[in-house]
């Protein structure tokens, strides 16, 4: 929970972070157990990467008790209760520590430079965008280099029919693989291994469809056995433990049993569609060897300028993507996982998959196009990094209007930019309906609460 409220913050957040326990007494007004467990965590902060230096000290901790409080509320009608000099006593020393912290709390946020909560809901809203086109830049990635593929192969299926007329006019027409995206209702847990998915061609383009949804558990093992914290049937879901003498937790899924890392989240399934680009006008023009071969040099000419087109977009995603993966970098107070590298890694995955099954050489093809944009992107990067080794970290600085300035580019492509604003907005709406499922509970709150009815009886 800490480090999710840590992730929606900007580093600018951590001089102006305070740490306040409550219902400190039982701990003599100090963190108690929780201190060891929250240095840790800042320590894990300050050592791994975005290494944000959280202070944890006297200045930074502050402990209180509202236990004066709930004492006041019980003395006054209609509870009317009554204690004993000795309680009185306590509870006012209690309250005279509370407010001595709480007076020493405000000084030292007197103190701090005001935090530009303005600026920080403007970052947001820009990580949130950016996590968001992961997902829908990466199937793009994979799309482009489907097109790509079905490009090169009209060019060659042209080419041989340089002789024949009426095959050239059947062959005349520039390939288009659409992404069709269904949305999901909610944000959906699937599977990736190879025995919970359904893996085919589809005229030389691979679909990954997931069988299962799934619902993780937590798993503790002691002592060779093994139960589910939540319900308590792992020993039978899953069976005892092989070799654990010590106590540890992992977690599992309930519907495969397969971990964590064979998982993923999607908002939306993709199927693919295969279009037929004609000009028809041309093919009516052809009446003669000397006309076809006119036509076929200016069909070859327009399958050339779109793969070229389609191979300068896939660089645009690739810089954008990795800027984008500095922003969040640089901005995040808590590390942020490369969303981007791990969908394209996934891909790769599936396709590797996919052409272990299949007979069709394209899923090999897939794959180097893939590997080379993952490279292409780490390639990125890490020229990221080297202009930081040569300048000053605040010298290289990618700000907001530069983000909003590569959205709108990547929106604007000729190929994919509808089908990425698209893909945005349906991972956006998605988003939205998952954040909005609530249960509703009716509670009757009784005229005198319970602990009170329990302090009458004492």
């Not at 020393?93 to 909560?117: G, Q």
Request: net charge neutral; charged share 25%; with cysteine.
């Amino acid at each position: 929970c800490l480090l999710q409220l840590f992730s929606h913050l900007n580093k600018s957040a951590a001089d102006n972070i305070l740490f306040l326990f409550t219902n400190a007494r039982s701990t003599h007004y100090a963190p108690g157990d929780s201190g060891p467990v929250l240095e840790s965590i800042l320590k894990d902060l300050r050592e791994r990467p975005p290494n944000v230096d959280i202070k944890y000290s006297t200045n930074t901790i502050y402990c209180f008790d509202n236990e004066s409080f709930r004492y006041l509320v019980a003395t006054v009608p209609p509870n009317n209760m009554k204690f004993s000099e000795d309680n009185k006593i306590d509870y006012n020393a209690s309250w005279d520590r509370s407010v001595k912290e709480c007076k020493r709390m405000f000084d030292y946020i007197r103190t701090l430079r005001p935090y530009n909560i303005r600026d920080t809901l403007s970052l947001n809203s820009a990580k949130q965008v950016i996590l968001l086109l992961s997902q829908p830049l990466a199937d793009i990635a994979k799309n482009i280099a489907d097109n790509q593929i079905q490009c090169e192969a009209r060019k060659r299926r042209i080419l041989e029919c340089e002789s024949d007329i009426n095959k050239l006019q059947v062959e005349l027409y520039v390939p288009q693989v659409d992404i069709i995206s269904t949305p999901l209702p909610h944000p959906k847990l699937v599977c990736t291994d190879t025995s919970c998915c359904t893996r085919r061609h589809v005229q030389g383009t691979s679909v990954t469809q997931y069988d299962n949804e799934c619902q993780y558990t937590t798993l503790m093992e002691y002592e060779n056995e093994q139960f589910n914290v939540g319900i308590g049937y792992g020993k039978f879901l899953f069976g005892a433990s092989q070799s654990q003498t010590k106590s540890s937790q992992k977690v599992m899924c309930l519907t495969c049993g397969h971990g964590t890392q064979s998982h993923r989240y999607i908002r939306y399934e993709n199927k693919v569609q295969h279009r037929q680009v004609r000009d028809e006008t041309k093919q009516q023009r052809i009446t003669s060897v000397s006309e076809a071969a006119e036509a076929q040099r200016s069909q070859l000419e327009e399958l050339e300028v779109k793969i070229g087109e389609l191979t300068r977009e896939s660089n645009i995603i690739v810089k954008c993507m990795a800027r984008f993966a500095y922003f969040l970098a640089q901005n995040s107070l808590t590390r942020m996982d490369d969303h981007f590298e791990r969908h394209i890694q996934q891909l790769i995955d599936d396709e590797v998959n996919t052409g272990a099954i299949s007979d069709d050489d394209s899923s090999k093809v897939i794959v180097g196009k893939l590997k080379q944009l993952l490279d292409s992107y780490n390639c990125e990067k890490q020229l990221i990094i080297n202009a930081l080794k040569s300048m000053n970290a605040n010298e290289f600085n990618i700000s907001l209007d530069e983000i909003q300035g590569m959205i709108s580019e990547l929106c604007g492509l000729k190929w994919t930019g509808s089908t990425i604003v698209r893909l945005m907005e349906m991972q956006r709406c998605v988003q939205v309906r998952g954040h909005t499922r609530v249960n509703v509970v009716s509670h009757s709150v009784p005229d005198k609460a319970a602990v009170f009815s329990k302090l009458n009886v004492y």
